[in-house]
Structure formats: structure tokens, C-alpha cells
């Protein structure tokens, strides 16, 4: 059974591009998070996804989207770089929201560097 | 607000047992997981545990939770230098996102 896959794995953009992210579930797992992980701020949730819908949404501007397609996959989108969005950015995949979804799985990651 | 706080190094000797401290603030949580993230990788789950249970044990990996004092354990028997690694705790909050620890690097000695 394939894991979360998550691309591109690195890339570098320039401050005031734009990029997407790609993260496809394990199949058959419906709710799809994002979390950004940088070394001064540590993990932070960006949003999650159930069945093309966010569920959730942290404390990040309105820069930072996401959707959800029919089949579960994700994308999130960062408009207007900046240096700070520099980061290994995570997606996880559960089967439902909520709290009946206990087993949570990351993919490896998107190493963004902006230049 | 919501915060899991531990301990940013732990240092064992190979074939000891490593002990991961975590705490926690929020009591509505449901479950609380640890996982291990080697350098350059993502997040790897090692075990999780629902918040009415007390124990969990996966071969080397125990798992303690004490919910009065909402203090979150991970032990690891036999440590091997494989396990070298930050290793998160985190909560799923009331909001059903995970809300993290800074990591603890653990760090094995020959």
C-alpha cells in the first residue's frame, strides 16, 4: 500500500512567485492536512481536508490556500513568496476528520527555499 | 491556549533505555502520538495512544500516560544507534489538528 506522496520533494523559487504543492493520500484515506515545519517556529498546522471541503484553518494569511479534489488529493498554493516561507512543508493523511481519525501519516515532505 | 512542551536533547548509551518526556495542556485531547523524524525525512508514526488509556507497549517502544498530570512518556528499550532521531510528541487538540512539541534530539553514545 503506497504512503503519502508528496510533490515536488525541493524546489527554489524567487520572493514574489508563486508555487503549489502536491500531496496525494493513502488510498482510501479522505482528510488530508498540511503543516509547515520550519526551525524557529517548529510544526504549525496550516489547514485540513475532508471530502473537498477545509475543515480547518490555522493562523497563516490568506497567501497560504489549499483544495482538495474528488479523489482526496491536495494541493496547497503560496502566492507572493516570501524569504520566511522557506521550509519543509508536510502533508498527512488520515481516513476520516475528526477524532475518530487516530492513525495520522506524513508524507516526506516539500523542501521550499526562497530566494 | 493549547502547548505540548518537552525536552529539546536526551543522550543514552547504545543498548540502554532512552525515556522521552512530554506535557501537554489541553484535557479535551483525544489522542496523543509521538513521531520520529530522521534528518532530511518526513514524519514517521510511531505509536499513538487514546486518551482513556493509561499504557501502550510495541515491542521496544512503551508508552506512559498520565492524564492528571498530563505528562506523556516514550520509552525506548535497547537503544540502538537506528534510533538516532528528534522524536515529537504531539496532541490532537480541540480543534482535531495536531499541536507539537519542539522535538527532542536523541542522541546515542557508543
Known amino acids: 500500500k503506497a504512503g503519502v506522496t508528496q510533490t515536488p520533494r525541493y524546489l527554489i523559487k524567487t520572493r514574489g512567485q508563486q508555487v503549489t504543492l502536491s500531496c496525494s493520500p493513502i488510498?482510501?484515506?479522505?482528510?488530508v492536512s498540511w503543516y509547515q515545519q520550519t526551525p524557529g517556529q517548529g510544526l504549525q498546522f496550516l489547514f485540513e481536508?475532508?471530502?473537498?471541503?477545509?475543515?480547518n484553518k490555522g493562523n497563516f494569511p490568506g497567501r497560504f490556500s489549499g483544495r482538495q479534489f474528488s479523489n482526496s488529493r491536495s494541493e496547497m498554493n503560496v502566492s507572493t513568496l516570501e524569504l520566511g516561507d522557506s521550509a519543509l512543508y508536510l502533508c498527512a493523511s488520515s481516513l476520516e476528520a475528526g477524532s475518530s481519525g487516530n492513525t495520522i501519516y506524513f508524507g516526506e515532505g516539500s523542501w521550499l527555499t526562497v530566494v | 491556549g493549547e502547548d505540548v512542551e518537552q525536552s529539546l536533547f536526551l543522550s543514552v548509551r547504545e543498548g540502554d533505555s532512552s525515556v522521552i518526556n512530554c506535557t501537554y495542556t489541553d484535557s479535551s485531547s483525544t489522542y496523543l502520538y509521538w513521531y520520529k523524524q530522521e534528518p532530511g525525512a518526513g514524519l514517521q508514526l510511531l505509536t499513538y495512544i487514546f486518551s482513556n488509556m493509561d499504557m501502550k507497549q510495541d515491542q521496544r517502544l512503551t508508552v506512559l500516560l498520565n492524564k492528571k498530570d498530563k505528562h506523556l512518556s516514550l520509552r525506548i528499550a535497547d537503544t540502538q544507534t537506528g534510533d538516532s532521531a528528534i522524536y515529537f510528541c504531539?496532541?490532537?487538540?480541540?480543534?482535531?489538528?495536531?499541536?507539537w512539541g519542539a522535538g527532542t534530539k536523541l542522541i546515542i553514545k557508543p
Open positions: 488510498s482510501g484515506h479522505r482528510s
Open positions: 504531539a496532541e490532537r487538540g480541540s480543534n482535531y489538528q495536531l499541536i
Open positions: 481536508y475532508f471530502s473537498e471541503t477545509q475543515r
